[in-house]
Structure formats: C-alpha cells, structure tokens
C-alpha cells in the first residue's frame, strides 16, 4: 500500500498516464479476468421532506411544502415490480431526514416488501439511519439491527460528502457528523452486514481533507473488512446553493485523477466504481483504465442527482457496449458485487 505523502504527491503530479497505468495494475491485480460489472436496480427516493437543508442539495423540500411526498407503499410496490421487470436484483432507498416516520414505518415497509419481492434492499445512507435512531430513540446497533431483521439487506455509503467536520461543517451543517458516518458503517459491519463507501469530492475541500476521508475508509477497511466497494463523484453544482460558491465543478482529469489514487490508496478495497451518472459516459470509460472496475447502475430512476441538473441517461446495451470497446467483458452482478449466478 502506498504512504499518505505518496498519494498527496499523486495529486499534486501533472502525469496523468502514469498514475493511471499504477491504478490499472492494481485493478489488473483485484480484477485478472477482465470482467467489468454493472447492475440494474432502482433508487427510490420515497420522502424528499426533509430537515437538514444541505447546500449542496436540490432535492430536499422542508416540511410542510407543496412539492414534499412521502410514497406510499403500493407505488413503492410497483416501481419495485417494473424494477424486477426489467431484470434488476437491487432496490436503493434514499430519502430526506423525515421528523415523524419511526422505525415502525420503516419496518413496515420493509416486511411488506419481502412478503411480496424477492429483492435485495441495499437501503438508508448513514445519516437516514442516524435520523431513524434519534427519532425512534433508539441506538444505533437496535436500529440497524432492527431494520435488518425487517428485510434490510446492506447499507449504502450515500451521505458521507467529504469525511472531514470541516468540511461537513461548511456543506452539510445539521446533517450526521463524520464520527456518526463511521459509527454507522463499523456498527453494520459488526452485525454481518456489508456496506459502501462513497465520497463527494469537488466541493471546495483540500487535498488533505480528501486524504482524511481516504483513510478513515481505508481503516475501517482495514479493521472489518466490511465495505464491498468504494465510490467516488464530483459534486454537481447546478441548481444547489452550494454551486454557488463553488465556482468550477471537477473537470474529467480531476475525476481520472481522484478514481485512480482512491484505486491505488485504498488497496483493502476489491471494487471501485468509474461512475457515469454524473461524469458523463466517456469519462466513465476512460476512467476503466484508471482503476475502475465496475460502472455502477443502470438507474432507472434518480431524483436527487437530476435534481442537482446531471442528465446523462444510459441504457443497459449502451453501458455494454461502453465497456466492450474499452477491451472488457460486461458481466451484470448483484450488490455484493457477484456476477457468477447473471449473464
Ligand atoms: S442531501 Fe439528504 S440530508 Fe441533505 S438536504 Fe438533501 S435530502 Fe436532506
């Protein structure tokens, strides 16, 4: 594993190639079959209320608003139907910090869903589950527990922006703390259940506080084994209030950069995801010779990325095809990141 210092000088190195061709060895390492995997699933954002006001957020409406929802549960069922139509394994939950749902509406939800679905729920990002906790006054380990024993299958990484209070403290003042994001993950990884790490990058942070983020996950990693892959984006400045303090979105060698030294720094991690949802296809390509081995999902729905003005749109052939032409074979996987049982 390379040092903190040597990934600092990663970033701060204008040779581009050459810290891609380190990342693709490492991939190549992790990955000697060539295989590069996507998966179909849904992400269903079943609540925009919410009450932590992320300036970095276009989707959220607060309480009492005319455009706020909460789904009910037979259109949850059905876009759960058309997912499994569509031949996807994964439903995704992400929602707002609703005030008034306890754990009794999430529990509901989920057993409606296993009695009907036979459908993997990688659901509720750290700061959700905190927000359950608080508002059900329960610890965290009873209400992951609980919600797993409910049909809850794994965790998402959603939520984690940068991993720095810092920078917390500037983008998301009143939503969940680093501390909270790890307790989160380390309490999931605990109970037997396997998690993501994602990171949001491009909001105005240092390279030393991407690196802090970087190595909590790497250590986290290192102590439970937990995270199945790590996902890293640019933060998408259209239409949130924080774009209008950051001026300039990360450019594509800005993203190849970061892909490939979170490849080449977090060596613990099996997986790292070349993302096109907010990239863009061609980079998403291109970073697959940067360390990515996967290309995430074939989404068919996603509220709170377009809300922030991101449009790419792929279908499952395009997404084939894309990592055909970049010399790899498409294999669908689940969320665990299997491909041996699909196509
Ligand atoms: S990012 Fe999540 S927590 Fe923050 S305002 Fe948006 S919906 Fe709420």
């Known amino acids: 594993?390379?040092?903190?210092?040597?990934?600092?000088?990663?970033?701060?190195?204008?040779?581009?190639?050459?810290?891609?061709?380190?990342?693709?060895?490492?991939?190549?390492?992790?990955?000697?079959?060539?295989?590069?995997?996507?998966?179909i699933d849904r992400n269903i954002n079943y609540t925009n209320f919410c009450t932590e006001y992320c300036s970095f957020c276009a989707f959220y409406r607060p309480m009492?608003?005319?455009?706020?929802?909460?789904?009910?549960?037979?259109?949850?069922?059905?876009?759960?139907?058309?997912?499994?139509?569509?031949?996807?394994?994964?439903?995704?939950?992400?929602?707002?910090?609703?005030?008034?749902?306890?754990?009794?509406?999430?529990?509901?939800?989920?057993?409606?869903?296993?009695?009907?679905?036979?459908?993997?729920?990688?659901?509720?990002?750290?700061?959700?589950?905190?927000n359950i906790a608080q508002v059900s006054g329960l610890s965290l380990h009873d209400t992951i527990a609980r919600l797993r024993d409910a049909g809850l299958d794994s965790i998402p990484g959603g939520g984690a922006e940068i991993l720095d209070d810092a920078v917390r403290y500037r983008i998301s003042r009143l939503k969940c703390g680093t501390q909270e994001w790890i307790d989160v993950?380390?309490?999931?990884?605990?109970?037997?259940?396997?998690?993501?790490?994602?990171?949001?990058?491009?909001?105005?942070?240092?390279?030393?506080?991407?690196?802090n983020h970087f190595d909590i996950v790497r250590?986290?990693?290192?102590?439970?084994?937990?995270?199945?892959?790590?996902?890293?984006?640019?933060?998408q400045r259209e239409l949130t209030s924080l774009g209008r303090f950051v001026k300039e979105e990360a450019t594509a060698v800005e993203y190849l950069k970061t892909l490939a030294v979170s490849r080449i720094y977090l060596d613990n991690i099996v997986n790292i995801q070349s993302s096109w949802v907010t990239p863009g296809l061609k980079t998403c390509q291109l970073g697959?010779?940067?360390?990515?081995?996967?290309?995430?999902?074939?989404?068919?729905?996603?509220?709170?990325?377009s809300a922030a003005g991101t449009h790419h749109k792929a279908t499952e052939e395009e997404l084939r095809r894309l990592i055909r032409d970049a010399g790899f074979t498409p294999?669908?996987?689940?969320?665990?990141?299997?491909?041996?049982?699909?196509n």
């Open 331 to 342: 294999k669908q996987r689940d969320t665990l990141y299997r491909t041996y049982f699909l």
């Open 64 to 130: 009492g608003h005319k455009e706020g929802y909460v789904l009910p549960q037979e259109t949850i069922f059905d876009k759960i139907q058309e997912t499994i139509d569509l031949g996807g394994t994964g439903i995704l939950f992400q929602g707002g910090l609703h005030p008034d749902l306890k754990i009794e509406w999430y529990e509901d939800l989920l057993r409606n869903i296993k009695k009907r679905f036979n459908i993997w729920c990688h659901c509720f990002s750290a700061p959700e589950i905190t």
């Open 288 to 305: 697959l010779r940067f360390g990515g081995n996967d290309v995430g999902s074939i989404m068919i729905e996603e509220n709170v990325v």
């Open 219 to 235: 250590q986290i990693q290192e102590d439970t084994g937990g995270f199945t892959a790590f996902i890293p984006w640019a933060f």
């Open 1 to 39: 594993m390379i040092s903190r210092a040597e990934a600092i000088e990663m970033f701060a190195s204008d040779d581009l190639i050459g810290i891609g061709m380190e990342a693709d060895a490492v991939r190549r390492r992790h990955h000697p079959d060539g295989i590069v995997s996507y998966i």
């Open 185 to 211: 993950h380390r309490t999931a990884h605990a109970l037997g259940m396997r998690t993501t790490a994602t990171m949001m990058f491009g909001c105005g942070e240092t390279i030393e506080q991407r690196m």
